[in-house]
T-cell receptor, first 114, second 108 residues
Framework: NAGVMQNPRHLVRRRGQEARLRCSPM?????VYWYRQLPEEGLKFMVY????????ESGMPKERFSAEFPKEGPSILRIQQVVRGDSAAYFC????????????FGPGTRLTVT | GDSVTQMEGPVTLSEEAFLTINCTYT??????LFWYVQYPGEGLQLLLK?????DKGSNKGFEATYRKETTSFHLEKGSVQVSDSAVYFC???????FGTGTRLQVFP
């Protein structure tokens, strides 16, 4: 059973470009979470999605950031018009259901904005 | 709101030393508690968990006990190895709320 997959592992974008980060949850998992980790800091929750629904986006910046989890295909975190401050590691996690179950993390996408 | 407080790092130990990393939490209700470990350049891996008061989670020689009376979930290991060097995160469900992480460095 493959784990959570994220691609690309490394992404370099110039200021003003768009960044698209992909996450394929573990087989059988219908809940996806996105986190951001700034250098030398802990993880911060961004958004929680189920298939075709955003459940909680309280951690998402109000502008330029969006996320989706379509019926088919991976979850996508999109950052429009990237700025240097968006440089971070973005981790995706999945769980079979919500609540008190552990989340399984992907290896992360390291975004560098030049 | 809910929060997690971890001891600051780095924690530097010699091989075979005893390890304690403190974690306290603030939460309403009865959350599940987790310890995750992050090795350099990798994502987080679940180390252990506890879902109710007095539960003890354990894995790979690490242990942590869910103490409701002191709102704590301290991580312990009796004898650390160089391969345990990593960053350790305490976390609170259901929307995982992480502590800031504690870097552990173990020297031979």
């Amino acid at each position: 059973n493959a784990g959570v997959m994220q691609n690309p592992r490394h992404l370099v974008r110039r200021r003003g470009q768009e960044a698209r980060l992909r996450c394929s949850p573990m087989k059988g998992h219908s809940h996806v979470y996105w986190y951001r980790q700034l250098p030398e800091e802990g993880l911060k929750f961004m958004v929680y999605l189920q298939k075709e629904n955003i459940i909680d986006e309280s951690g998402m910046p109000k502008e330029r950031f969006s996320a989706e989890f379509p019926k088919e295909g991976p979850s996508i975190l999109r950052i429009q018009q990237v700025v240097r401050g968006d440089s971070a590691a973005y981790f995706c996690a999945s769980s079979p259901t919500e609540g008190k179950f552990e989340q399984y993390f992907g290896p992360g996408t390291r975004l560098t904005v030049t | 709101g809910d929060s997690v407080t971890q001891m600051e790092g780095p924690v530097t130990l010699s091989e075979e030393a005893f390890l304690t990393i403190n974690c306290t939490y603030t939460a309403t209700g009865y959350p599940s508690l987790f310890w995750y470990v992050q090795y350099p350049g990798e994502g987080l891996q679940l180390l252990l968990k506890a879902t109710k008061a007095d539960d003890k989670g354990s894995n790979k020689g690490f242990e942590a006990t869910y103490r409701k009376e002191t709102t704590s979930f301290h991580l312990e290991k009796g004898s650390v190895q160089v391969s345990d060097s990593a960053v350790y995160f305490c976390a609170l469900s259901e929307k995982l709320i992480f502590g800031t992480g504690t870097r552990l460095q173990v020297f031979p």
